[in-house]
């Protein structure tokens, strides 16, 4: 049985997925000396991280003005996870241009958008926090320890996603661009499954009848 806070961090791992992000960031920094390119590495972790972090605090705060069950939130949810998955698995449509570097006074937001959000902190992500955020770990409900955990499984990723985007260079010399499409393509379907598995429990949780 795996400890639900570590599913929590690979599923949210998984979310992020830096792996997607490694050839726009590689693309867009090119021409950048290595300092440079380590900058903006943390300043979209560091982004990252905040996103989620934000997500985690007032997000269910949120529903709750908005009066959205958990239910509710949590099929929503899922159904966007499951189509980024989809996305992943059968190769982006492209909206981001990766045709050329960026220039210098752009290298300040490139970071944040759009290699943080919506590349790697996406709707998926901040679904998937304030689905956790809402129902715990364990689908019972939060505690303070649990918030606490959370925010500490939250700082991992972010630190995780950190180095892999501190790697870039070596990881796509090792991996090659067909190395880094395909684990981008087996991540998505372990993104599908976790979005379904979403679908499945906000459905049950809308509809008490269904689960019997």
Known sequence: ?????????????????????????????????????????????????????????????????????IGDFTAAGGVIIFLIALRMVLGPSGAVDVSHPIKPEQLRG???????????????????????????????????????????????????TGVALRAAGPLKEVLGETGVEVSTRLSGILVAAIGFGMMVQGIQQSFPMLAH
Do not use: W
Request: net charge positive; charged share 10%.
């Open 1 to 69: 049985m795996v400890n639900p806070y570590l599913k929590v961090f690979i599923a949210l791992y998984v979310l992020v997925n830096p792996l997607e992000g490694l050839p726009i960031f590689l693309a867009r920094t090119e021409a950048l000396d290595p300092r440079m390119r380590l900058r903006i590495g943390h300043t979209a972790a560091l982004s990252v991280t905040c996103i989620m972090l934000g997500a985690l605090a007032f997000g269910r705060g949120v529903l709750q003005v908005f009066s959205i069950s």
């Open 110 to 160: 490139f970071g944040i958008v759009p290699l943080a959000t919506p590349l790697l902190a996406g709707p998926g992500v901040i679904s998937a926090v304030i689905v956790y955020a809402s129902k715990g770990p364990t689908g019972q409900g939060n505690t303070p320890l649990d918030y606490a955990v959370l925010s500490m499984i939250i700082l991992a990723v972010g630190v995780a």
